[in-house]
């Protein structure tokens, strides 16, 4: 049973060792060959795992062999245009100028209820307000609404607005983050004045804090359990 | 373009490595059967202490790998191997002639088998 434990922790580090060097984060923005090495890494893994008999090797060896392979195939992809469409395939365009292409809906084998669901998805209830649609290579698909239809602008409204500030976390529970606290040029004196002001005696108190360069601040006490 | 490097010569080495296996296997494998082949011809000359000998002698050969044979084999095929073999040594011991070679046949067999499975074939790969 020991012996059981110790392989599956070394081949779940090996995993998710080898899908962090892979370098996606979510399963939505894998490319089909990237998907299957992800299903393949997990079933090929677990064989060591079911059978104590079968050497750990079996699995590491698939394991590293198809993230090798993966890497490989990725650089292919970054650097050639053809190998890319070969493996990825080209993004198709759904709607045209406010059309149903039915060709490209065929070629994709994509439903009109699947067409629907995605809209719905991006809270586009009416398929009239789109202008164009892409169905991209991952399997996600893009919109652009017609100009008229599209959420109003600031600058369509020629109205001046102040520069966004990108808000950083400053505490992030209970723990500062110095290096973000510098980015906004401030320091620890000047966190314990706000976090004070909120009604918080240490840093320990805060559940997350974000400020921006402008002192726009968001915080949220740490709740007592 | 660095980790493109390290995965091409990480699958080399991988491959390399393969191929050092297959290459220790396939020795390890032939050595044996022909140390089994040695005291079944011994037995058959009437030198029953030469057959024991040598039989023990593959049994001995057999488990001095243990340690990198578990690594690289099923454990099941590392069983069905030693099984044979020390079958095989029982009937060396029990100076039977004709169990002797039929034990053999198996014992080769079966070495036979698992160096088949390493060595890169259309049968071994599909």
Redesign the interface.
């Known amino acids: 049973m020991a012996v059981t434990m110790i392989r599956t922790i070394i081949i779940f580090l090996a995993i998710v060792i080898t899908m962090r ?1 892979m370098g996606k984060r979510q399963l939505g923005e894998l490319e089909p060959a990237e998907l299957v090495v992800a299903v393949l890494i997990s079933d090929l893994a677990s064989q060591p795992l079911q059978d ?7 699995g590491l ?1 698939p394991v ?2 198809l ?3 993966e ?2 195939i990725s ?1 292919g992809i970054m650097n050639s245009l053809k190998f890319r469409s070969l493996v990825c395939g080209r993004p198709s365009m759904i709607i045209d100028n406010g059309k149903i292409v039915q060709r490209e809906m065929r070629k994709n084998r994509f439903t009109l209820d699947e067409l629907a669901e995605e809209l719905r998805k991006k809270d586009i209830l009416d398929i009239a307000t789109v202008q164009y649609a892409v169905l991209e290579t991952d399997g996600t698909l893009s919109t652009i609404l017609y100009p008229e239809e599209a959420p109003v602008t600031p600058k369509a409204l020629k109205l001046e607005v102040e520069k966004a500030r990108y808000p950083v976390i400053l505490i992030n529970d209970g723990k500062v983050l110095v290096h973000n606290l510098k980015a906004i040029g401030r320091d620890e004196n000047w966190l314990d004045k706000q976090v004070r002001a909120k009604g918080a005696k240490t840093f320990e108190d805060v559940y997350i804090m974000t400020a921006d360069a402008s002192d726009n601040i968001f915080f949220s006490m740490r709740e007592v359990s | 373009m660095v980790k493109e490097v390290l995965a091409a010569l990480l699958l080399i080495v991988l491959l390399i490595a393969a191929i050092f296996n297959i290459g220790i296997v396939n020795n390890l494998t032939d050595e044996i059967t022909k140390t089994v082949e040695q005291a079944v011809a011994a037995a058959e000359s009437g030198n029953w202490n030469g057959a024991i000998e040598s039989a023990e002698k593959a049994v001995s050969l057999w488990k001095s790998k243990d340690s990198y044979t578990h690594i690289v084999l099923r454990h099941s095929q590392i069983d069905t191997v030693s099984g044979a073999l020390y079958d095989f040594l029982l009937e060396a011991y029990d100076q039977n002639a004709e169990r002797l070679s039929a034990a053999a046949e198996a014992a080769m067999y079966h070495l036979d088998s698992v160096a088949q499975m390493e060595r890169v074939r259309f049968g071994s790969v599909f």
Do not use: K, S, V
């Open positions: 060097l104590p008999g079968t050497p750990l090797l079996y060896i590293i062999t993230f090798c392979c890497i490989l650089a």
